[in-house]
């Protein structure tokens, strides 16, 4: 079945960088758009970023344009998040999801449009 794995998170300061990423297996990856998602304790999961299924076009939430980058290989099926000028609001667990329509040329933000979602991975930024 569908499996999506990230890895990555884990304990960084004020303006460090991490590099996430989400490994896919059990399925096909590379007709669909790809997301990350994140929730902090006590808050609705929120959009980050995506990427359509050629990885030519990307969308970001304003709170980490210019500072989060999403790629994506198809080759491999792994998805990543480099996050630059980390701010402790961006502490949250962080997820990989896939989309579940095929095709799209423009990601969607809404998370009720992924199918397939990864078990998290936790990201603390202390300043």
């Known amino acids: 079945q569908v499996q999506l794995v990230e890895s990555g998170g884990g304990l960084a300061q004020a303006g460090d960088s991490l590099r996430l990423s989400c490994a896919a297996s059990?399925?096909?990856?590379?007709?669909?758009?790809m997301g990350w998602f994140r929730q902090a304790p006590g808050k609705e999961r929120e959009f980050v970023t995506a990427i359509n299924y050629r990885g030519g076009n990307a969308i970001y939430s304003d709170s980490v344009k210019g500072r989060f980058t999403i790629f994506r290989d198809n080759g491999k099926n792994t998805f990543d998040l480099q996050m630059k000028g980390l701010k402790p609001e961006d502490t949250a667990a962080y997820y990989c999801?896939?989309?579940?329509?095929?095709?799209?040329?423009?990601?969607?933000?809404?998370?009720?449009?992924?199918?397939?979602w990864g078990q998290g991975t936790q990201v603390t930024v202390s300043s």
């Open positions: 059990g399925g096909t990856f590379s007709p669909y758009a």
């Open positions: 999801a896939r989309d579940r329509l095929p095709g799209r040329a423009l990601p969607t933000t809404n998370p009720a449009e992924y199918e397939y």
